[in-house]
Each structure stands twice: as structure tokens, then as C-alpha cells.
């Protein structure tokens, strides 16, 4: 059983490396225009969390191969590790389902990113130079500020129209792909899946995603609800 799960968690994290290395290559025609980061929210959302970390490093891995070893790579390792990290905090520690939170954190990450990236290349370019770091910053940054608009509005939009479905279809594929006893042990602990249908029932991102909608079996084993659907 547990050479089986751990056969799947291999070829998951292998997919999931590959779908983030694809659809960064494949909107690199479009500059700042990626998928990148709506994938790993939905890795670090769905799926084990070492999975989205380690797809997350090989796909790192990966660019550097291609594009070679530059000031990038510092940026790579911080923005993308801490998108899964504070991703899985909201969706699997704090359980946020709100998608305005996470088009919210989406843009403000987004904003950040170009704010890292000028602040590295001016602090090496400083210690280079000898010249002042607030002009290297603020020449960098407005010399590329129309990339981090396009950047931010990109992802703001692969956000609000994405995420909520592809999280609700992933948390049903993992049910399927590992099996619903194990997938369900493993993310909350021994429970079944019960509908929502009160009008009073805290909304979930889109309809009813399979994590969100979860209960102890022991305390309702025979959950009368008419389906969602």
C-alpha cells in the first residue's frame, strides 16, 4: 500500500513539474504573461504539500537549464516557494475559501515579484558599480513598471476565472486518483464528503469542492442531503 501511494506521489509531482515547465514555455512568447503561479497556488491548494514543493524546485531546476544560472534564480527560489507556502497556509491550515482572498493575495504576490527582482539586480548592481542603490531601484523599476502592470493584471485575471473551478476538479481527480478513503485520511482525517445546501452555509470557492465539503462520518454517517448539482 504504501509503494503504491508512493509510486503515485512520483508520477503526480512529475506531472505537475512538467505542466508548470509546459505552460511556462508556452506563453513565453507573451512577456510576463504565465500560468506559473496559478498552478502552484493550485499544487499547494490540492495536492500533498511536498508534491507542490518539490515540482515547484524541479521546475526551477529546470529553467536554469534552459535559460542558464543568473540573478533570476534568487528571485525563483524566494517568490515561488513562498507562493506555495503562504498558499497552503490559507487553504489547508486557515481552510480560506473566499476567492476574493486569494485574487487578493494573487495580485499583491504578483506586485511583489517585480518589486524582488529590481531590489536584487540593484543591490548586486550597486555593489558593482559603486552607485547609489536608490537610483539603480527606482531607474530599474520604472524602466520595466509597464511588465509588472501587465504581470499583475495577467494573473489577476487567470485567477478570479481559474482557480475557484480547477481547485473544485482537482480536489475530485485526487478522490479518484488515490481513492476516497486514502485521499480523505490523508487531508482531514477519517471523514465523508456531505453536500451543502443551507442557505445559511458559508459559500465554497465555486459550488461544493470536495475538501471544503467534508464532515466526521462518526458523527453523521448517513448524511441525508439532496446532491449538488
Known amino acids: 500500500m504504501k509503494k503504491s501511494l508512493w509510486t503515485k506521489d512520483i508520477v503526480l509531482t512529475a506531472l505537475a513539474a512538467a505542466l508548470l515547465s509546459a505552460g511556462k514555455q508556452a506563453l513565453a512568447s507573451i512577456p510576463n504573461v504565465e500560468v506559473v503561479t496559478l498552478l502552484i497556488m493550485l499544487y499547494a491548494a490540492c495536492f500533498k504539500p511536498q508534491i507542490a514543493f518539490i515540482a515547484t524546485a524541479v521546475f526551477i531546476l529546470i529553467e536554469c537549464f534552459i535559460w542558464g544560472i543568473h540573478t533570476w534564480v534568487i528571485a525563483y527560489l524566494?517568490?515561488?516557494?513562498?507562493?506555495?507556502?503562504?498558499?497552503?497556509?490559507?487553504?489547508?491550515?486557515?481552510?480560506?475559501?473566499?476567492?476574493?482572498?486569494?485574487?487578493?493575495?494573487?495580485?499583491?504576490?504578483?506586485?511583489?515579484?517585480?518589486?524582488?527582482?529590481?531590489?536584487?539586480?540593484?543591490?548586486i548592481g550597486a555593489g558593482r558599480t559603486g552607485r547609489s542603490f536608490a537610483l539603480i531601484f527606482s531607474v530599474t523599476y520604472m524602466r520595466g513598471i509597464y511588465f509588472y502592470i501587465v504581470h499583475v493584471v495577467g494573473n489577476a485575471a487567470f485567477n478570479i476565472t481559474l482557480f475557484a473551478p480547477m481547485r473544485d476538479l482537482l480536489d475530485k481527480l485526487m478522490i479518484k486518483y488515490y481513492g476516497r478513503e486514502v485521499f480523505l485520511k490523508q487531508t482531514d482525517g477519517a471523514v465523508a464528503l456531505k453536500p451543502q445546501t443551507g442557505a445559511n452555509d458559508p459559500t465554497p470557492l465555486t459550488g461544493a469542492s470536495a475538501r471544503d465539503t467534508i464532515i466526521n462520518s462518526e458523527k453523521d454517517p448517513a448524511p441525508s442531503d439532496p446532491p449538488r448539482e
Open 78 to 123: 524566494i517568490h515561488w516557494n513562498f507562493v506555495a507556502l503562504a498558499t497552503f497556509l490559507l487553504a489547508r491550515v486557515f481552510k480560506v475559501r473566499n476567492r476574493f482572498i486569494y485574487l487578493a493575495f494573487t495580485i499583491l504576490v504578483t506586485a511583489a515579484f517585480g518589486v524582488l527582482t529590481t531590489l536584487i539586480d540593484s543591490i
